[in-house]
C-alpha cells in the first residue's frame, strides 16, 4: 500500500518548478499581513495523484477548484447548491462546471502535459496553471465579496512562434437547488434542472424544477455556439506569444432576474470586481488585527517578530479562522463560523471543533461564539453533533465530547471578554450558568453502570473510525474534571462557596477514578472501561491530550514521563504526528487519517504540542512545533494530514488529506486555528485567567525572545506581551 501511495502523490515536475512560497526574510513577517503574505505554496499534481484541491470562499460561501485548470466544484452558497451532488440514481456525485475542452477535445486528456496542474491558493483566490498543446493555460477563481456567485479569468497563451486559430469549448453544468431544511454532508443537487439558452448574452439558465433555484453560467467574449446543449464554444486566434483572456461568471439566485443582473454586473465590471476582491480580503485581514474594526466584534494581537516558524504558525492558524467565517443573510444566528470548508459540510457548526480553537474564536469575534453557545445550550447538543446555520436546528447523532466543548467555549469566551453579566443572561427559562452546570455534571446521568465514569457511548458518538474506543473513555471523563472545576470557580466568585466546594470534591474523586481505573501504568496510554466491566486499551492519543490538558494537576510524575515516551515513541513523526499508535492492534480497522496510524487531526498537533511543554523540555517541543509550522503550505490546515512515512511531504510538510476515499478528510477546518491559540497561551504562555489578570509563561526563547504580540485583548483591555511580561497597550 505504501509504494502505491507513494507513487500516487509524487508530483511531476516537467513543466513547472516549484519553489516555497512562505517568508524568506525578517521584512517578510509582516504584523498586519495582506493576501500575499499569506499565500501557499505553487504546488503540482496530476490527475492520477491522490491531493486536496484548493477551495475559495466569501462571506456566503466556497467552492472547490476541479482537478483542472478551470473547472469548478461544490459551489455552495446556503440555502443554495451548485455543482453539488445531484439526486439520482447511480449519481455520479459532485458535477464539475466550466470544465474546458480544446479543438473538441478536454484538456484533461492531452498527453504532453493537460492533466498536470499547478495551484496557489491565496485567501482570495486560486491561481492554476497548465500547458498543453504549445499553449499555456492560467486562470484565477475566486468568490466575488458579497456575491452568490462564482468567477474565473482564464488565460491562452501562444506559447509558439506561428500564428493559430482554436476551438475552447466550456462545458457547464449546474444541478442547481435550493434547500431550506437543514443541511448535513454535501451541498444538494437536482438532477434534472431545465436549461435555456440566453441567445442575447449567449449564456445558459439552469432552472430547478424541485425548489426555487437558478444558476446563470457563461463566458466573455460571448461563445460562438452552443453545442449539445450545454457547451460554449469560442473560436480564438492567437498571434505568436499572444494571450488572450476568457472571463467566466457562475451567478445563483432565487429568482432569474436577479440572477441575470448579477451575472451582467461582473461580467460588465470583471477587472474591477477582481481588485475590489482583493481589496475586500486585504480590509478584512486588517480588521481582524485592528481593535474597534466594523467587521469583526473583537480582533486578534498582531504578531511581531523575525522568526519564520513562530510567523508560521500564528499565520497558519489564522487562515483556518479567516475560511470558517460565514457573514450571511440566511443564517440564523448572523456571522458565525463553519467547522469544516471544502465541500463535506457547508452549514454546520460542531462544539468539538470550535472549543478547539475557542482562544483565539473569543479574541476575534467574541459575539459570534456566544451565540453559537447560546444556540448549543437550545437545541440540546445531547441529542446532535452540530448545528446548522441555515435553520439554526441541530443535526446528527450525538457527539460525546459536546459538554466538555460548549463549556470550553464558556470559558474561553468569559475570560477574554469579562463579560461576566451573561451568566444571568435566561435562555429559554435557564441562565448561561444553569447550563454550564448542567453540562459540567451532565456525565453523571451517562454512569449508567454505577462506575464512577460517564459512558460515552458508541463509535459513532466518539472518535468514529476507531472501533475499540468506546464507553469509559478518559479523554472525555477528564474533560468533566476541568468543566466542573471551571464552573465552581464562578459560583465562588458569586458566592456559592458551598456549591463549589462540592463540584471542586467531585472533580477531584472523579480525576482519581480516572486513574486508578483507566490508566495502563508503565505503558503511558490509556484504556476504556466497558459496561460489563471489563477494559480495552487503547493507543489513541486523544486520551493523550486530553488528560495533559484537562486534568494535569492530577497525574504523578510517573505518569507524566511513560505518557511522554509513549508520545515520542509510538506516535511522534518529524513532520506531524500520528492519532493511533501504529502497533495499536486497531490500527487495521479504518484508515481515516485524522484517527488513524496515518495522520492525525487538524488540532491534535498544537493540543499535543501543549501537553509535551508541561512534560519536556521546551527545547525538545520546539524542535517538533517548528516543523509543524510548514503545513500551511498548502493553504489553511486540512481536517488531516499525513505522516511523512505514509505520504512524501509536500515541499517539506505534512501532506493534506484529500477527500478522495478511503481518506475522505476535507480541505479546511477550523480546529487548524489551534494553532494560533498554540502561540499565543503556550509559546507567549499568556494565560488570560478569569479573575487574576494575564500571567506570562513565556517558551519564546527557542523562537524568538524579542517578539510581541500587540493588543492582546483581556476583559476590555489591550496589553502587549513580551517574553517577560503583559503591560497596558500605550504604557
Known amino acids: 500500500m505504501k509504494v502505491g501511495a507513494v507513487a500516487g502523490v509524487v508530483p511531476r515536475l516537467m513543466h513547472f518548478p516549484t519553489t516555497a512560497a512562505g517568508p524568506p526574510s525578517p521584512r517578510r513577517l509582516p504584523p498586519v499581513p495582506v493576501v500575499e503574505d499569506l499565500r501557499g505554496d505553487r504546488l503540482v499534481h496530476k490527475l492520477r495523484d491522490l491531493y486536496c484541491s484548493p477551495a475559495a470562499q466569501n462571506e456566503f460561501g466556497y467552492v472547490q477548484a476541479a482537478k483542472s485548470v478551470s473547472g469548478i466544484t461544490a459551489l455552495s452558497l446556503p440555502p443554495f447548491g451548485c455543482c453539488g451532488v445531484p439526486d439520482t440514481p447511480w449519481s455520479p456525485g459532485f458535477l464539475l ?49 458579497k456575491r452568490r456567485a462564482a468567477a474565473e479569468v482564464i488565460r491562452i497563451t501562444n506559447l509558439g512562434g506561428t500564428a493559430r486559430t482554436i476551438s475552447l469549448g466550456f462545458d457547464m453544468r449546474a444541478a442547481v437547488a435550493k434547500k431550506t431544511t437543514s443541511w448535513l454532508t454535501y451541498s444538494p443537487g437536482e438532477a434534472d434542472n431545465r436549461i435555456h439558452w440566453d441567445a442575447s448574452r449567449r449564456c445558459l439558465i439552469f432552472e430547478a424544477q424541485h425548489s426555487q433555484a437558478i444558476s446563470v453560467q457563461g463566458i ?21 506569444r499572444e494571450t488572450k483572456e476568457v472571463t467566466y461568471v457562475n451567478a445563483v439566485d432565487a429568482e432569474q432576474q436577479a440572477a441575470l443582473a448579477t451575472y451582467d454586473h461582473l461580467q460588465a465590471n470583471f477587472a474591477q470586481v477582481l481588485e475590489e476582491n482583493a481589496q475586500a480580503f486585504n480590509s478584512l485581514l486588517r480588521s481582524a488585527v485592528t481593535p474597534g474594526n466594523a467587521d469583526f466584534s473583537g480582533h486578534l494581537p498582531q504578531l511581531e517578530t523575525d522568526d519564520e516558524s513562530l510567523w508560521k504558525l500564528y499565520q497558519a492558524g489564522f487562515r483556518n479562522l479567516i475560511f470558517a467565517r460565514r457573514a450571511s443573510p440566511d443564517s440564523r444566528y448572523g456571522t458565525t463560523y463553519l467547522t469544516l470548508g471544502g465541500r463535506v459540510l457547508p452549514t454546520l457548526s460542531f462544539p468539538w471543533d470550535t472549543s478547539l480553537t475557542s482562544l483565539s474564536l473569543a479574541l476575534l469575534d467574541p459575539e459570534a461564539l456566544r451565540r453559537l453557545v447560546e444556540a448549543w445550550f437550545l437545541e440540546d447538543m445531547h441529542h446532535h453533533l452540530a448545528t446548522d446555520y441555515v435553520t439554526g436546528e441541530g443535526v446528527g447523532p450525538w457527539y460525546a465530547v459536546n459538554d466538555m466543548a460548549i463549556v470550553r467555549c464558556a470559558q474561553n469566551y468569559l475570560r477574554v471578554t469579562g463579560d461576566f453579566a451573561w451568566l444571568d443572561k435566561r435562555i429559554d427559562n435557564k441562565t448561561a450558568l444553569d447550563y454550564l452546570v448542567f453540562h459540567a455534571t451532565y456525565w453523571k446521568q451517562l454512569d449508567s453502570a454505577s462506575h464512577g465514569l460517564g459512558d460515552y457511548g458508541k463509535l459513532e458518538n466518539l472518535l468514529e473510525v476507531v472501533s475499540t474506543y468506546l464507553h469509559e473513555v478518559a479523554g472525555m471523563n477528564a474533560g468533566n474534571v476541568s468543566s466542573m472545576r471551571f464552573v465552581a470557580d464562578l459560583l465562588e466568585r458569586r458566592g456559592d462557596s458551598f456549591q463549589a466546594s462540592r463540584l471542586r470534591v467531585e472533580a477531584n474523586e472523579l480525576a482519581k477514578r480516572i486513574n486508578q481505573k483507566l490508566y495502563v501504568a508503565g505503558k503511558g496510554w490509556w484504556k476504556c472501561g466497558q459496561p460489563e466491566g471489563s477494559f480495552v486499551e487503547v493507543r489513541h492519543c486523544y486520551d493523550f491530550l486530553s488528560v495533559l490538558d484537562n486534568m494535569f494537576e492530577d497525574l504523578s510524575d510517573t505518569q507524566k514521563e511513560e505518557m511522554s515516551r509513549f508520545f515520542w515513541r509510538e506516535l511522534h513523526s518529524d513532520c506531524w504526528m500520528r492519532a493511533l499508535s501504529p502497533d495499536d ?20 498537533p498544537p493540543v499535543t504540542a501543549k501537553g509535551l511543554y508541561k512534560t519536556d523540555s521546551s527545547a525538545r517541543v520546539s524542535v517538533w512545533v517548528k516543523n509543524l509550522a510548514a503545513a500551511g503550505n498548502q493553504g489553511p490546515i486540512g481536517q488531516a494530514h499525513f505522516v511523512e512515512t505514509a505520504f512524501p511531504p509536500e515541499q517539506g510538510a505534512a501532506y493534506k488529506c484529500p477527500t478522495d476515499a478511503p481518506y475522505l478528510n476535507d480541505w479546511c477546518c477550523i480546529s487548524g486555528g489551534g494553532f494560533t491559540d498554540l502561540v499565543i497561551d503556550t509559546l507567549f504562555g499568556a494565560e488570560l485567567t478569569l479573575f487574576e489578570g494575564i500571567k506570562v509563561h513565556s517558551r519564546l526563547a527557542d523562537f524568538d525572545p524579542r517578539a510581541r504580540l500587540v493588543n492582546l485583548r483581556h476583559q476590555a483591555k489591550n496589553y502587549v506581551i513580551s517574553s517577560n511580561e503583559a503591560r497596558l497597550s500605550g504604557n
Request: with cysteine; charged share 20%; proline share 7%.
Open 585 to 604: 492492534v486497531d490500527a487495521t480497522w479504518n484508515i481515516r487519517p485524522d484517527h488513524s496510524w496515518l495522520g492525525a487531526y487538524s488540532a491534535w
Open 97 to 145: 462546471s466550466c470544465e474546458l475542452f480544446v479543438n473538441g477535445r478536454i484538456l484533461l486528456s492531452y498527453p504532453d502535459g493537460g492533466d498536470e496542474i499547478a495551484f496557489t491558493w491565496y485567501p482570495h483566490r486560486i491561481v492554476r496553471e497548465t500547458q498543453a498543446d504549445g499553449l499555456k493555460f492560467s486562470t484565477e477563481t475566486f468568490m466575488p465579496a
Open 220 to 240: 466573455l467574449p460571448k461563445a460562438n455556439r452552443l453545442d449539445s446543449g450545454r457547451m460554449l464554444v469560442l473560436e480564438v486566434s492567437l498571434g505568436p
